[in-house]
C-alpha cells in the first residue's frame, strides 16, 4: 500500500495545477513498482522540467506491507511524521531529500521501519506546526511529538482521534480571532492489534 503526503509552495489557482501534475507524477512513477527513493527520484526528474522557478513540492512517500507491517519510505523536504510506539516512545521518520521540483539530479535517502501493533503514525502538512498564536509565536516542534507523547501517555488516543486531540491544542494555542495561514492536513495510519 502506498502512502504520500505532500504541500505545494505558493497558494491559489498555480499551487493547485502544481499538486495536481505532482499527484499525475507520482501515481505514474509509483505505479511502475520502484522503492520510495528512486519513486521520488524519478518523479523529481519529470518535475523539474516544468515547475517555476519560485516553486517547489514537499513530499512523503512510503510503501507499507500491512502484513508484517514493514514501512518503506523517502521524503522530499516534507515534515517529518511522528510515530508513536506502543511503548510510549515517539520517533520521527527521518530520511533526507530536497523538495521536488528545485533542482534535477537528486538523491532520495531510503529507511525503514516495522509498524508493530499498537503503533499509530501521524502524518501532517506545515499547517499545524506553522500556525501562529496572538504574540507571533509558532505552534512548532518540538511541540508536536511531544504532545503525541503527552496524549499517549495519557491514554486520551484511545478517547478521541489523535487529529481530534491536536487540533484541540492548536485551536487553544492560537486562541479565538485566528486567522488560518496554511492547509492543514493531518493522517494517521493506526496499527491494529493483530496482523494477520
Given at each position: 500500500m502506498g502512502l504520500v503526503i505532500g504541500d505545494v509552495s505558493g497558494k491559489g489557482i498555480p499551487a493547485a495545477v502544481?499538486?495536481?501534475n505532482t499527484?499525475?507524477?507520482?501515481?505514474?512513477?509509483?505505479?511502475?513498482?520502484?522503492?520510495?527513493?528512486?519513486a521520488l527520484?524519478?518523479?523529481?526528474?519529470?518535475?523539474?522540467?516544468?515547475?517555476?522557478?519560485?516553486?517547489?513540492?514537499?513530499?512523503?512517500?512510503?510503501?507499507?506491507d500491512p502484513e508484517s507491517g514493514r514501512l518503506l519510505y523517502a521524503n522530499a523536504g516534507h515534515n517529518l511524521p511522528c510515530c508513536q510506539r506502543h511503548n510510549g516512545r515517539v520517533d520521527e521518520l527521518r530520511a533526507r531529500g530536497m523538495p521536488l521540483g528545485l533542482m534535477p539530479g537528486m538523491g532520495y535517502e531510503e529507511k525503514e521501519t516495522i509498524l508493530a501493533p499498537g503503533d499509530s503514525t501521524l502524518f501532517y502538512s506545515d499547517g499545524l506546526v506553522e500556525a501562529h498564536d496572538p504574540k507571533g509565536q509558532m505552534f512548532?516542534?518540538?511541540?508536536?511529538?511531544?504532545?503525541?507523547?503527552?496524549?499517549?501517555?495519557?491514554?486520551?488516543?484511545?478517547?478521541?482521534?489523535?487529529?481530534?486531540?491536536?487540533l484541540e491544542e492548536l485551536y487553544s494555542f492560537v486562541g479565538e480571532g485566528w486567522e488560518q495561514e496554511e492547509d492543514i492536513t493531518l493522517l494517521t495510519l493506526e496499527c491494529s492489534a493483530s496482523l494477520s
Open positions: 502544481l499538486m495536481a499527484q499525475s507524477v507520482l501515481r505514474t512513477v509509483a505505479q511502475r513498482g520502484p522503492a520510495p527513493g528512486q527520484m524519478e518523479a523529481n526528474e519529470v518535475l523539474c522540467a516544468y515547475v517555476p522557478p519560485n516553486m517547489f513540492i514537499t513530499c512523503f512517500y512510503g510503501i507499507l512548532g516542534l518540538p511541540r508536536l511529538p511531544e504532545l503525541v507523547a503527552e496524549h499517549a501517555e495519557e491514554g486520551s488516543l484511545e478517547e478521541a482521534l489523535m487529529e481530534e486531540a491536536l
